[in-house]
């Protein structure tokens, strides 16, 4: 069984950094893609970042980029999320997803990221 | 970017009914797109990729069609789980994936 858990959520303050975790489980890790997509309250959804399954190829919003880097340990099964210079904008719950080619076939249950001072 | 809309914002239908959604890109995407179910305080789940082909587990009442710049999602009849929000997500040309902006499917 797939399983995706994210950690690293909660409140930082504006221009500080967190870093996002998520631990993948129940299928070969590198050999897929893999995302993060938030959700701001009461909002639709936004793809954020993803990395291809050898950080060969890495792509970005333009909301996030130059502050937001996304990474990957194939050998930890685990993906990341460095968010650095947060803003207010920036508060939303963060979903990790497993790519298949480049939509999304499974999801973790998300980590809160609250941007205030 | 490509601009995804859904239409309408928000459906409001009685369990049992035919339910038609839609979603439009801002320019083709052949057949890169996906469907998505959220109900509320849980995670999206994929119903549709490839425009037409249902994921692992989706029941045979959820179908998508379409090409290019014109999709359609098609609940044949509306069981009371389904109520929710749904998106669609266009992955043709990337960064960045970007998604439609939902339609909720509320009970009438």
């Known amino acids: 069984e797939v399983q995706l858990v994210e950690s690293g959520g909660g409140l930082v303050q504006p221009g500080r950094s967190l870093r996002l975790s998520c631990a993948a489980s129940?299928?070969?890790?590198?050999?897929?893609?893999m995302h993060w997509v938030r959700q701001a309250p009461g909002k639709g959804l936004e793809w954020v970042a993803g990395i291809n399954w050898n950080s060969g190829k890495i792509g970005y919003a333009d909301s996030v980029k130059g502050r937001f880097v996304i990474s990957r340990d194939n050998a930890k099964n685990s993906l990341y999320l460095q968010i650095n210079s947060p803003r207010a904008e920036d508060t939303a719950l963060y979903y990790c997803a497993k790519g298949q080619q480049w939509h999304f076939d499974h999801w973790g249950q998300g980590a809160l990221v609250t941007v205030s001072s | 970017e490509i601009v995804m809309t859904q239409s309408p914002a928000t459906l409001s239908v009685s369990p049992g009914e035919r339910v038609t959604l839609s979603c439009r890109a801002s320019?083709?995407?052949?057949?890169?797109l996906a469907w998505y179910q959220q109900k509320p305080g849980q995670s999206p789940r994929l119903l549709i990729y490839?425009?037409?082909t249902r994921a692992t587990g989706i029941p045979a009442r959820f179908s998508g069609s379409g090409s290019g710049t014109e999709f359609i999602l098609t609940i044949s009849s509306l069981q009371s789980e389904d109520f929710a929000v749904y998106y669609c997500q266009q992955y043709n040309n990337w960064p960045p994936l970007t998604f439609g902006g939902g339609t909720k499917v509320e009970i009438k």
């Open positions: 129940g299928f070969i890790f590198d050999d897929y893609a």
């Open positions: 490839g425009a037409s």
């Open positions: 320019q083709s995407v052949f057949i890169d």
